[in-house]
């Protein structure tokens, strides 16, 4: 289902609660609401409104992912970069970084498998900002 994005930053500062399988609908209202929008490709829970830490981006194959409890564990090549967001009107300069190392968990037959994986260049920084949103930080 499309959701209306929140610009409330009351709601996007509060820290996500940890998502459980059961999130998978919002998972899919993530993935619905993106698509819906032009120049999207990333999106976190809070910015429709839901405080659980689900995060989904879009690849350069239009393939949406979703990422459920996502923690950057380390990253390498610090940049700093301007970052526009969806629910926030200004731009923003944040450091990213080029490269990141994720941990986080997929939903596989109704079960989360947890996951590590390596990211870089766009992607990565997709990621950072949506693991930003999840712990209640605001660029």
Not at 5 to 19: G, N, P, T, W
Not at 50 to 67: E, M, S
Not at 83 to 111: F, I, N, W
Request: charged share 30%; aromatic share 6%.
């Amino acid at each position: 289902m499309i959701r209306d994005l929140v610009k409330d930053e009351a709601i996007l500062s509060q820290v996500c609660e940890k998502a459980t399988p059961e999130d998978a609908d919002l998972a899919q209202d993530l993935i619905d609401t993106a698509r819906s929008l032009d120049d999207c490709s990333c999106l976190a829970a809070n910015q429709i409104g839901q405080t659980k830490a689900v995060a989904i981006y879009i690849d350069d194959d239009d393939v949406a992912h979703v990422l459920y409890n996502p923690k950057v564990l380390m990253g390498i090549r610090p940049t700093r970069v301007v970052e526009g967001c969806m629910t926030r009107d200004e731009y923003s300069k944040v450091t990213r970084y080029a490269k990141v190392k994720v941990t986080y968990d997929e939903l596989v037959d109704g079960e989360f498998k947890q996951r590590r994986r390596d990211f870089t260049g766009w992607i990565a920084q997709m990621i950072q900002h949506m693991v930003d949103h999840c712990n209640g930080k605001l660029v």
